[in-house]
């Protein structure tokens, strides 16, 4: 069963939150979330119905997409398993999404604003025209699922720098031309991994070079922020925040 609670400010406003609840739960204790979740001073709760929506043309749901992960959704699953108390094995799972009203109402023109405001590789963007004042968003579970098997491929690096960098900044090519998404990964880390597979006497596989991105890229390891800046030699992180931890740790003793 898949419930629906909106969190809207009292007053008008432009966005709610909104909680998509996988599970069966009674009406009493939906209500018992959507009172945690929300502050009575200034907010209102709806469960499995729309709040009421004035002189607005549009809504637009940004939620994640599937296999991304939703760290309020994970939050509140862990708040309401303690406030139900829910067991450990119980199937309770909590897909979070803000929606934001729109006064336009031509839907391309609202397609294109909506591009502002999420980023589509870790984001989907729903639109529903609101009617009546109120408005009927799909109850969607961003779940992962997996129609076919997709094969290793093996993606040569034997090419020219300019393709090594579109690899490095847009991803890997897939078979119909398009681009996996971005590795993070600049022109001297590329060389260096082709190197390596050059000695190896083979091209890396696909899973082998996604691997390398998320241990290398500057979004996964923070090259800058632990390399050496000016004269700070060990880096912002080992110098200030390593560095301050092992002190308060000794200042603190083993106990």
Known sequence: MISRIYIAPKKVSTKADSYLIDSKLSKKELIKLAEMLTNPTLEDYFINESPKINNYQ???????????????????KEIATDLLHLKK?????????????????????????SLT??????????????????????????????????????V?????????????????????????????????????????FSKLKRNPTDIELESLAQTWSEHCKHTIFANPIDDIKDGLYKTYIKGATNLIRKQKGKD
């Open 156 to 196: 040569s690096l034997d090419v020219e720098d300019a393709e090594l960098i579109e690899i490095g900044e847009k991803g890997i090519k897939n078979e119909d031309g398009s681009r996996r998404g971005p590795l993070a990964l600049d022109l001297s880390s590329m060389k260096v991994i082709k190197e390596y």
């Open 58 to 76: 549009c809504a637009i749901e940004i939620g994640f997409l599937p296999g991304v992960t939703d760290n309020v959704g994970h939050t509140v």
């Open 117 to 154: 405001l999420y980023n589509p590789l870790i984001e989907r963007a729903n639109i529903v025209p609101i009617k009546s004042n109120k408005i009927n968003l799909p109850n969607e579970i961003p779940k992962v699922i997996l129609k076919k098997k997709k094969p290793v491929i093996s």
């Open 89 to 113: 094995d119980f199937n309770f799972n909590v897909y979070t999404s803000k929606i934001f009203f729109i006064k336009e109402k031509e839907i391309e023109k609202v397609r294109e604003y």
